[in-house]
Antibody, heavy 122, light 109 residues
């Protein structure tokens, strides 16, 4: 079945850029939106943004100025960059498979990565 | 932007039924998904498209959606059901696209 394996730096200083990558294995990379979701300590889930295999992106408006999600189709990978991080960006970050492109309404986020804890501290 | 409201906590005895609500303006017109998250783990999709179960999810989990409230029902509650539960919709008219509820902590007494 489809699996997501993610990696990236876990400790950052304020103003640095968060960088995470997620590899998709065991299934199709095309036909889906691929997402990043984060969860601050003790809080709920927050959608960050998504990308299709073709590179179409959508971002949460409040993060849009700092977020870049890119896709590396030949490697079945996608990445997240979040610039100018602050303590408020401290969270567990998940890469997630979203709904099929042709059926956005009907399907939820069904495959999640293991999560990466990112701490922003001086 | 679209908001989803969930009660912070629900307590239920083993073997009983837990009903978790998710409130949103005319949520009945949207497709609602539910996630279970146990401590230290990634969320797991337990209900999609209001009431469908992914493969491998127990039949004890069911969902409904009408009006301004969606409901996740957990029948014959077990100790292993203790977790946080989040509802979620995809809202093309929202600036956030994927909207998550505030989450409900289910405690099994």
């Amino acid at each position: 079945q489809v699996q997501l394996q993610q990696w990236g730096a876990g400790l950052l200083k304020p103003s640095e850029t968060l960088s995470l990558t997620c590899a998709v294995s065991g299934g199709s990379f095309s036909g889906y939106f691929w997402n990043w979701v984060r969860q601050p300590p003790g809080k709920g889930l927050e959608w960050i943004g998504e990308i299709s295999q073709g590179g179409r992106t959508n971002y949460k408006p409040s993060l849009k100025s700092r977020v870049t999600i890119s896709v590396h189709t030949s490697e079945n990978q996608f990445s997240l960059k979040l610039s100018s991080v602050t303590a408020a960006d401290t969270a567990v970050y998940y890469c997630v498979r979203g709904a099929p492109v042709a059926a956005r309404i009907y399907y939820g986020m069904d495959v999640w990565g293991q999560g990466t804890t990112v701490t922003v501290s001086s | 932007s679209y908001l989803l409201t969930q009660p912070p906590s629900v307590s239920v005895a083993p073997g009983k039924t837990a009903r978790l609500t998710c409130g949103g303006n005319n949520i009945g017109s949207k497709s609602v998904h539910w996630y279970q998250q146990k401590p230290g783990q990634a969320p797991v999709l337990v209900i999609y498209y209001d009431s469908d179960r992914p493969s491998g999810i127990s039949e004890r989990f069911s969902g409904s959606n009408s009006g301004d409230t969606a409901t996740l029902t957990i029948s014959r509650v077990e100790a292993g059901d203790e977790a946080d539960y989040y509802c979620q919709v995809w809202d093309s008219s929202s600036d956030r696209l994927y909207v998550f509820g505030t989450g409900t902590k289910v405690t099994v007494l």
